[in-house]
């Protein structure tokens, strides 16, 4: 189920950074994250259900855990990627471990011409 899971979100950003370049111009030390709503049947199988550019994060019940986890894991990326850590470094292991790449379209993407990104003043 996991492993479909993965194959459908990487299918999902693959399409949507190939046919929708306007929304998915890369920027140099940027991200957006995106949630990606799956329905599992009896037999397993998943489907895709939807998915939301600005994710829901609840504080009640499991959700509250598991949106703090998230947090963590996309801190513990976000300052790799902007070379505050290194990855691979044990004391993010566990953290680390909840993240898995299912995509890199990195070289196959439109790269933004946009060098500063500055507050209204």
């Known amino acids: ?3 479909q899971i993965c194959e459908i979100s990487g299918e999902v950003f693959r399409a949507a950074a190939h046919t929708m370049a306007d929304k998915f111009t890369t920027l140099e030390r940027c991200f957006e994250l995106f949630a990606v709503d ?3 049947d009896a037999e397993g ?7 939301n550019e600005t994710p829901a994060f609840y504080q009640q ?6 949106a703090v986890r998230l947090m963590e894991a996309v801190v513990c990326v976000v300052m790799e990627h902007m070379g505050v850590s ?8 566990k953290v680390r471990r909840r993240m898995v790449e299912v995509l890199d379209e990195t070289g ?5 011409n ?6 209204d003043r």
């Open 1 to 3: 189920m996991f492993k």
């Open 38 to 40: 799956y329905m599992v």
């Open 45 to 51: 199988r998943a489907f895709l259900l939807e998915v």
């Open 61 to 66: 019940g499991i959700a509250g855990g598991m």
């Open 86 to 93: 290194h990855v691979g470094e044990a004391r993010n292991a």
């Open 108 to 112: 196959g993407l439109a790269k933004s």
């Open 114 to 119: 946009i060098v500063e990104v500055m507050a």
